[in-house]
């Protein structure tokens, strides 16, 4: 098995250096690495919410609370971005395993952002995740640090969101980031971000293609607010010889004004000014808040019917697991794709 982990630098220039030559053992079967990637494996329809962690400890129980609704609503998954728009929150290792010790068998799934780590702490961290029963990962690449509250801090980047999956790749055939054998391979499932609505279309789709390459099972994408952008986008994704599950990505908006934000502050979202005017005529904050849900329906009955999708995510803006629920009540849960 060719095994090659390359910095982000060599990544972007084209480069192979430091691949190696040694024999790898079996990855665990995908549908035996979790329970996300079991009902992935046999084409059950998923469902996620998105959940910043809280900013502090005394957060965690009403965030454990609002998980559990999501778990008895019938949800899949609870995603954790991971020090989202170059921000600091509680580790998303911790805010999982918490989720674990409260009891809860809804499946997190930890973003793993190459901003703050260096490829030891990657690793170790992925490692150890694993001994704490965390076996399901989104790899980013991450926001640059000068978008968040902290802009001195020095992003590390030893690896882009490529150079991650081929290690998590690497550790799903027991050898880690040097390839030198760990002993048993680890059971990570494999995720990846994939943005329909890319300035660069051509490079974001050479990138998910390689992505794939190096060991991604299935993906999610940024927030999509025009279906039928998204579907264009997916058809030439189809054409691509090996394929992936994709998760869609919704977001149920609570204002213009948020929409407005959205579109000026957060990399790769696009919202179209016809969403902006329906929201803009709303009154009241709860008609717009009505009106965001409605909206994140339309777009999602829109998908749906067109096909060919493995599940939707929706986030919960400002924490609001109460209009993320809202927003994708109507599609029957856990119904076959």
């Known amino acids: 098995?060719?095994?090659?982990?390359?910095?982000?630098?060599?990544?972007?220039?084209?480069?192979?250096?430091?691949?190696?030559?040694?024999?790898?053992?079996?990855?665990?079967?995908?549908?035996?690495?979790?329970?996300?990637?079991?009902?992935?494996?046999?084409?059950?329809?998923?469902?996620?919410?998105?959940?910043?962690?809280?900013?502090n400890p005394t957060g965690l129980d009403a965030f454990i609370e609002k998980c559990r609704a999501c778990q008895d609503a019938g949800i899949d998954a609870i995603n954790l971005p991971d020090g989202p728009r170059a921000s600091a929150r509680m580790s998303v290792v911790a805010t999982a395993f918490a989720m674990r010790q409260a009891g809860l068998t809804i499946?997190?799934?930890?973003?793993?952002?190459?901003?703050?780590?260096?490829?030891?702490?990657?690793?170790?961290?992925?490692?150890?995740?694993?001994?704490?029963?965390?076996?399901?990962w989104l790899i980013i690449t991450g926001d640059p640090p000068k978008l968040g509250n902290y802009p001195d801090a020095t992003g590390v980047f030893d690896v882009d969101a490529v150079g991650l999956t081929q290690l998590c790749s690497n550790l799903n055939r027991g050898l880690d980031a040097a390839a030198q054998p760990l002993g048993e391979p680890l059971p990570f499932t494999i995720g990846v971000g994939v943005n329909p609505g890319a300035i660069e279309p051509e490079r974001e789709i050479a990138r998910y293609i390689a992505k794939i390459e190096a060991g991604a099972e299935f993906a999610i994408t940024q927030?999509?607010?025009?279906?039928?952008?998204?579907?264009?986008?997916?058809?030439?994704?189809?054409?691509?010889?090996?394929?992936?599950p994709i998760i869609i990505g919704i977001y149920p908006?609570?204002?213009?004004?948020?929409?407005?934000?959205?579109?000026?502050?957060?990399?790769?979202?696009?919202?179209?000014?016809?969403?902006?005017?329906?929201?803009?005529?709303?009154?009241?904050?709860?008609?717009a808040i009505a009106t965001g849900i409605a909206i994140a329906r339309e777009i999602r009955a829109t998908i749906t019917e067109a096909g060919g999708i493995a599940g939707f995510q929706v986030s919960a803006p400002l924490g609001r697991t109460d209009i993320a629920l809202q927003a994708i009540a109507a599609r029957p849960l856990g119904e076959p794709r």
């Open 1 to 55: 098995k060719h095994i090659a982990i390359q910095s982000a630098a060599e990544a972007e220039n084209g480069g192979n250096a430091g691949a190696v030559e040694l024999a790898a053992l079996p990855p665990v079967p995908f549908a035996e690495k979790s329970s996300f990637s079991a009902k992935l494996a046999v084409g059950t329809a998923v469902t996620s919410v998105e959940m910043l962690p809280p900013r």
């Open 223 to 244: 927030p999509v607010f025009d279906a039928e952008a998204l579907l264009r986008f997916l058809d030439r994704l189809s054409k691509h010889s090996v394929t992936i």
């Open 253 to 287: 908006l609570l204002s213009a004004r948020n929409a407005a934000f959205m579109n000026e502050h957060v990399p790769g979202i696009h919202v179209p000014g016809a969403i902006i005017d329906r929201l803009r005529a709303c009154d009241t904050k709860e008609a």
């Open 107 to 136: 499946e997190p799934i930890p973003h793993l952002c190459c901003r703050d780590r260096n490829l030891i702490g990657l690793q170790s961290d992925l490692i150890g995740a694993v001994a704490l029963g965390l076996k399901s």
